[in-house]
């Protein structure tokens, strides 16, 4: 275990972290960093390897093997990049409400069907989002195939030839929207399918994500 805190030493060091930084940034008190730099401490749980590793900016082999080829890095950036780490592990829970193509849309809190759980870094800036069951093959050209999930962002920029879950007539489907003339042609990329033409529509949300995850 001397190996791993020579190592962990060198690397801190090299990052122009002091051991309360690196404390810090790790979550653990200062005196174990240096307990470990000093040979004093000899038990390092897998996780806190890692997440050292992580706030460094090397593999975990490298710490656990002492052979770091050490590079200088600015602090700013072994903080920024700590941070995206924790914002991918970070997760939210998502309401899975109905399915589309087929029928009408009513979103209503008590029709939730249950949630899926996804990396918040996935979704970027929308909130307020949910999941729909893709019903049917219309989507296959987007790669969105039949009992997929896609995630829906009720509150987007609307863009020429984005995807769109949008009523009209009564009816909400799927589809990339273009703008023609005074009206909408609802389209897909699935071939077989023709153009949905409207006066006006009722855009219900973008699909920003489409999967298979395991509802709970």
């Not at 810090?24 to 174990?32: I, M, N």
């Not at 989002?129 to 999930?149: K, T």
Request: proline share 5%; aromatic share 6%.
């Amino acid at each position: 275990m001397t190996a791993f805190g020579d190592t962990l030493q060198k690397l801190r060091i090299a990052r122009g972290l002091s051991r309360k930084q690196l404390a810090g940034l790790a979550q653990v008190d200062p005196s174990y960093i240096a307990l470990l730099e000093l040979g004093k401490r000899h038990q390092v749980s897998f996780s806190l390897a890692r997440k050292f590793a992580t706030v460094l900016g090397v593999p975990l082999a490298t710490l656990v093997e002492g052979d770091a080829e050490v590079v200088q890095r600015p602090i700013q950036a072994i903080i920024a990049e700590f941070q995206q780490s924790v914002e991918r592990m970070e997760l939210v829970e998502v309401p899975v409400r109905g399915a589309v193509p087929a029928g009408y849309l009513e979103v209503r809190e008590e029709e939730v069907e249950g949630y899926v759980t996804i990396p918040k870094a996935e979704l970027g800036s929308a909130s307020n989002v949910y999941v729909l069951r893709v019903a049917g093959d219309s989507l296959q050209g987007d790669g969105i195939m039949d009992g997929d999930l896609v995630i829906v962002d009720p509150e987007p920029e609307v863009m020429n030839g984005k995807l769109y879950i949008v009523s009209c007539q009564n009816e909400t489907v799927a589809r990339h929207i273009h703008r023609e003339g005074d009206g909408y042609k609802l389209v897909t990329q699935t071939p077989g399918y023709d153009p949905i033409y409207c006066d006006e529509i009722d855009i219900q949300g973008r699909v920003i994500l489409s999967g298979r995850w395991r509802k709970h």
